[in-house]
């Protein structure tokens, strides 16, 4: 079955620079990777996320690149700001289901 | 518009005892889900429901019973709650049973059991 592993689980960076969260997955028959966002005390919420007919969407500051051969996909969130401080999760489809990695907490330095 | 409803916020059980987590979305969409969230170790998917009628076991179902009542409720039913099932829950709905969709979270059921 499908295995997600996501880096690094934790990450601390200064308010305006970029964050980079990668994640890898194991199944090639996987064709969806959404990117989650989980504030304190909610339920995760949708910012992003890429079919594997593209290698890269953008909205706004967050972008999210696919590379199908090395079977990974990033997170990049550029300019970060105080309220980008979360929980992020990367997923891959597997059939019905969604198969998460563990999670990075990102931590913005003022 | 309040989305997915998932109540009690917390509960406190004792080994052995029983407890239904309920969870209900207005959005009238087809799927909906319950995932268990530990420390590390990511979502869960303990049972879905892909469309009315009809539900499927995910990756640790084991201990757990679900119930799609109508297209707008679906619980999780804990027979004889044990500690390893102290965990953050969290309920979950979508348009279609298919996993490329977006799914939308309740705000989650914090258990204990002791």
């Known amino acids: 079955g499908e295995n997600v592993e996501q880096h690094p689980s934790t990450l601390s960076v200064q308010e305006g620079d970029s964050a980079v969260i990668k994640c890898t997955y194991s199944d090639s028959a996987s064709n969806y990777f959404p990117w989650y966002k989980q504030e304190l005390g909610k339920g995760p919420q949708l910012i992003i996320d890429i079919r594997s007919n593209v290698g890269e969407k953008k909205d706004q500051r967050i972008a999210v690149t696919l590379n199908k051969t090395a079977k990974h996909f990033s997170l990049h969130i550029t300019e970060t700001q105080p309220e980008d401080s979360a929980v992020y999760f990367c997923a891959a489809s597997q059939a019905y289901q969604l198969i998460w990695g563990a999670g990075t907490k990102l931590i913005i330095k003022p | 518009n309040a989305g997915v409803t998932q109540t009690p916020k917390f509960q406190v059980l004792k080994t052995g005892q029983s407890m239904t987590l309920q969870c209900a979305q207005d959005m009238n969409h087809n799927s909906m889900y319950w995932y268990r969230q530990d420390p590390g170790m990511g979502l869960r998917l303990i049972y879905y429901?892909?469309?009315?009628?009809?539900?499927d076991k995910g990756e640790v179902p084991n201990g757990y019973n679900v119930s799609r009542l109508n297209k707008r409720e679906f619980s999780l039913r804990l027979e004889s709650a044990a500690p390893s099932q102290t965990s953050v829950y969290f309920c979950?709905?979508?348009?279609?049973?298919?996993?490329?969709?977006?799914?939308?979270f309740g705000q989650g059921t914090r258990l204990t059991v002791v």
């Open positions: 429901s892909a469309s009315e009628g009809t539900t």
């Open positions: 979950a709905s979508s348009e279609s049973g298919q996993a490329n969709t977006e799914a939308f």
